[in-house]
């Protein structure tokens, strides 16, 4: 690293998404078939009769995952789940991917084996191939970075930015049960840390651990869509919490929104545990991360088609840009969202 005086700027300054911004800002594209770069779940690779679709994450030990409450095969399956999930945003099949892994001196083979087995039940039930990677050992801790490729028809993709007014906006399954999965796991790693030979209670909490541990990606849903002819209008992936995802859709569309705070699935374990905790669940909903559940936007002219639907829950509607990212709340009140996310970069 230089050590020059020139003025240097803290990346909490900017925070994840204004450093991605500020580094890909200036990306010339060399290629006419690169139809998306940054700024999608997946970048969208034109070769004429199908397109390829390209997405990549890391997950970073202490930052992402914490291995005292997360067993490596949980592990292996969730960084596969997370890079599929993107894949399927952009109503796309992933077809295969590739792993890499950094591995400090903590780990033994064993170890790695058992995240593999995580890592090829995923491969098995979403059915992709594992086609390569890397391996590196590293200074500290696990690092796991996976890199997702799918496949789609041109005319069937769908992008962040392409939202309409008067679209009804629409979430899939339910919000916040992650979030307070994490939140229980976080509690019984604080007792254990003040008393090792207490016993962690999780007993009765499966839904909510499994939403944190072992999260599926929505791959139904394209099936769905098919069976009950719908295209999106838009759609992404809810990973930072529903606020900052609706934001993504609102801004690279340049339009606004309304959605009810009464209209959110929340399920009745999350709403149990937020309660517990003293949580409302509708900031479990918003503001918490890791659901992988799909928010998107569909022509008025299909609101009937999935009435019945009972995986699909319509939250409001796009609005001009002017109206803003307004949420009414049960009192009728009209609040601004926020998009505070789960700036990972901030989070230690
Ligand atoms: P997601 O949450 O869907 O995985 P991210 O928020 O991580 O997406 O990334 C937003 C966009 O920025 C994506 O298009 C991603 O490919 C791109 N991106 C993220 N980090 C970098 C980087 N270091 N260099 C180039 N592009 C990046
Ligand atoms: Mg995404």
């Known amino acids: 690293m230089s050590t020059n005086k020139q003025k240097t700027t803290d990346i909490s300054e900017l925070g994840e998404f204004g450093l991605i911004n500020r580094i890909t800002k200036d990306i010339r594209i060399n290629h006419k078939n690169t139809l998306k770069g940054v700024g999608d779940d997946a970048a969208v690779i ?77 491969c098995e039930h979403y059915k992709v191939d594992l086609i390569g990677g890397d391996t590196s050992s590293s200074l500290t801790g696990l690092a796991i970075s996976i890199t997702a490729i799918g496949e789609a028809k041109k005319e069937n993709i769908t992008y962040r930015s392409t939202a309409k007014k008067n679209d009804i906006l629409c979430v899939t399954g339910n919000l916040g049960a992650a979030y307070m999965g994490l939140q229980l796991l976080e509690r019984e790693k604080e007792i254990f840390k003040t008393n090792p030979t207490s016993r962690p209670s999780l007993e009765g909490y499966d839904y909510i651990l499994q939403r944190q541990l072992k999260p599926e990606a929505r791959k139904d849903m394209m099936e769905l869509f098919k069976e009950i002819n719908i295209k999106p209008t838009s759609m992404i992936d809810i990973s930072d919490g529903l606020s900052s995802e609706i934001m993504h859709i609102c801004k690279d569309s340049n339009v606004g929104c309304k959605i009810f705070q009464d209209k959110i ?81 901030n989070k230690q």
């Open 265 to 345: 699935p929340i399920d009745e374990n999350t709403a149990q545990m937020a309660d517990e905790f003293n949580i409302e669940p509708l900031i479990a909903a918003l503001n918490g991360g890791e659901d992988y559940e799909l928010l998107f936007t569909i022509d008025i002219k299909d609101l009937d088609k999935i009435k019945d639907q009972p995986m699909i829950h319509a939250i409001g509607h796009i609005a001009d840009k002017e109206l803003g990212t307004v949420m009414i709340s049960n009192s009728g009140q009209s609040i601004e969202l926020k998009a505070q996310g789960w700036n990972q970069m």
């Open 46 to 122: 034109d070769y004429g009769n199908t397109c390829a679709l390209v997405t990549t994450d890391l997950l970073v030990e202490g930052i992402h995952f914490n291995l005292i409450y997360t067993p490596l095969k949980h592990l292996g399956y969730k960084a596969v789940v997370v890079n599929l999930s993107d894949v399927y945003a952009m109503n796309a099949t992933p077809k295969q991917i590739t792993v890499s892994i950094a591995i400090s001196a903590k780990f033994t083979v064993e170890h790695i084996e058992e995240l593999y087995e995580g890592i090829y039940l995923a």
